[in-house]
């Protein structure tokens, strides 16, 4: 319902799914994106009527107080996370068909590029100010003087900060294997897990191949990467040799095909790939299960 010129309750709503999608790019948490809607929303029911009437535009005002509250985030991150027990991984979300029931359709993550993981792991080298312009202007393509009016900055300054953020990822991007590829070796890797052939998974391992593992200290979980194929390939078959009745499904993780662990039904493990030239370049395994809320049906 509208009254006079005051907003309606449906188009300031329709504004969340896009607010997860902002946030979730700009953290790499979808709990912190919720936290983030919810924050803003109640900042604009603390507006009396007539203040909400006089905003011209409540979707970009929307838009502006959940860029200054992730900045505000990303600021404060890095401290949390030096305390955080082991490597922290950006949380991985399904493919939109493999949400849980429970999940509300307004907080399910879009997915394209600007989320597989290795881009948002990326991000996660920018300071919060390049983070937060890059994003809002190559992503979701607001100009520079709306970003400007966000980080606080010129959009001269803006703009500086995006260019910067683009010569971070040029530096640290390899090109990614064509989907169908991605996959082969993806459903490849798993065949050769789940028979501890080890000889086939130092074939498909790049030889400087880095895996991550994030238990956040709540399940067991390397503290620290492993590198090289051999280390990594063996470190596999260990996993594979304490598995118990642990099941391995080809699913999609931040939109490229990866694989999902499940125990009793119970996901217990989301791997994304980062693969190039036939091999695996990257490999994130996140354990915590904090992070895997949208894989669990409780």
């Known amino acids: 319902m509208t009254t006079g010129s005051e907003p309606g309750l449906s188009a300031i709503m329709s504004e969340r799914r896009q607010l997860i999608n902002l946030a979730y790019r700009l953290l790499g948490s979808l709990a912190d994106a919720e936290d983030v809607v919810q924050e803003t929303y109640a900042r604009w029911y603390a507006m009396t009527p007539e203040q909400q009437a006089a905003i011209e535009s409540p979707g970009a005002w929307l838009t502006k107080v959940a860029g200054r509250i992730c900045l505000d985030l990303l600021g404060s991150a890095r401290a949390r996370r030096e305390r955080y027990v082991g490597e922290w991984i950006p949380e991985p979300v399904p493919d939109r068909r493999e949400w849980v029931d429970s999940a509300d359709p307004a907080d399910r993550v879009t997915l394209d590029e600007s989320v597989n993981m290795a881009f948002l792991v990326v991000l996660e080298s920018m300071t919060p100010a390049e983070r937060v312009a890059f994003i809002l202007h190559d992503v979701f393509r607001y100009s520079f003087a709306e970003v400007a009016e966000i980080v606080g900055r010129t959009p001269a300054a803006c703009r500086q900060l995006a ?136």
């Not at 989907?179 to 074939?203: M, P, S, Y």
């Not at 470190?235 to 642990?246: N, Y």
């Open 163 to 298: 260019t910067s953020a683009r010569r971070r990822l040029r530096t640290s991007d390899a090109p990614s294997a064509p989907a169908a590829q991605h996959a082969d070796v993806v459903r490849d890797f798993k065949e050769a897990w789940k028979t501890k052939d080890i000889a086939a998974l130092i074939g498909l391992l790049d030889p400087n191949v880095v895996a991550t593992g994030d238990g956040g200290g709540l399940v067991n979980a390397r503290l620290h990467p492993l590198t090289g194929g051999e280390t990594v390939a063996r470190w596999f078959i260990e996993i594979a040799d304490r598995a118990f009745a642990m099941t391995f499904l080809e699913r999609t993780v931040n939109g490229q095909p990866g694989l999902v662990a499940q125990q009793d039904g119970v996901t217990v493990m989301v791997m994304a790939f980062d693969v190039a030239d036939a091999r695996i370049k990257n490999i994130w395994a996140v354990l915590n299960p904090e992070k895997l809320r949208p894989w669990t049906i409780t």
